[in-house]
């Protein structure tokens, strides 16, 4: 067997292991990808795709369904390999509320969890909206994705139940439209 046909046979093994590899492990060359077929094994979707926000490790990637919606995470493995994380189903929107929101924690890095809030909003008065963290941190956002918002954080504390305090949601004159208070 010549040299080229070597090379030729050892590339096409190569190449078949790695496609191999990937499937096994749940590995994809692209976030979206991955976030397609993490809500593909739950028959969930396919959403559509509002915004995508990276996080360190990763991406968070907000969208809707339906009348639901998510923020599915995505980790970066391997250099330039892609595994979908956790939470691709959302929440079905509660169009009584002015905000309908949720909240979750993705990873462990350095010791640090990864935090956000996120959800619609009901209300097209609203222009901001702002979260009170339980060590007393207020976190704002004015500039949404459609009518969806994403407030990330991270935190060194992981006896975090609930690491809100208070969510609030003003109009343009900073009157409030919404507020809940968590205990």
């Known amino acids: 067997m010549s040299r080229l046909k070597k090379i030729l046979r050892n590339i096409i093994i190569l190449a078949v292991i790695f496609f191999l590899y990937t ?9 979206l990808t991955a976030h397609e077929h993490s ?8 959403s559509e795709v509002v915004h995508v926000e990276d996080f360190d ?14 923020c599915n995470t995505v980790h970066r493995v391997l250099f330039f390999l892609w595994r979908f994380g956790n939470q691709p189903i959302g929440f079905e929107n509660d169009t ?6 949720t909240w979750g924690t993705s990873s462990m890095v350095n010791s640090n969890q990864n935090h956000r809030v996120y959800g619609i909003i009901n209300d097209d008065s609203i222009k901001k909206v702002e979260i009170t963290l339980a ?5 704002t956002q004015t500039d949404f994705y459609e ?7 991270k935190s060194s504390n992981s006896n975090d139940r609930w690491p809100i305090k208070i969510i609030r ?5 900073n009157k409030i439209i919404f507020e809940e208070e968590h205990p």
Do not use: C, M, Q
């Not at 991406?59 to 639901?68: E, R, S, T």
């Not at 060590?135 to 976190?139: A, P, Q, S, T, V």
């Not at 009518?147 to 954080?153: H, K, R, S």
């Open 169 to 173: 949601a003003y109009n343009s004159g």
């Open 39 to 46: 809500e593909r094994s739950i028959h969930y979707g396919p």
């Open 147 to 153: 009518d969806l918002f994403l407030i990330t954080w």
């Open 23 to 31: 499937r096994l492990f749940g590995l994809f060359l692209d976030p």
């Open 57 to 70: 490790g990763g991406k968070y990637i907000l969208g809707k369904y339906d009348n639901w919606v998510s």
């Open 96 to 101: 009584a509320k002015a905000i309908s929101y």
């Open 135 to 139: 060590d007393g941190e207020i976190l």
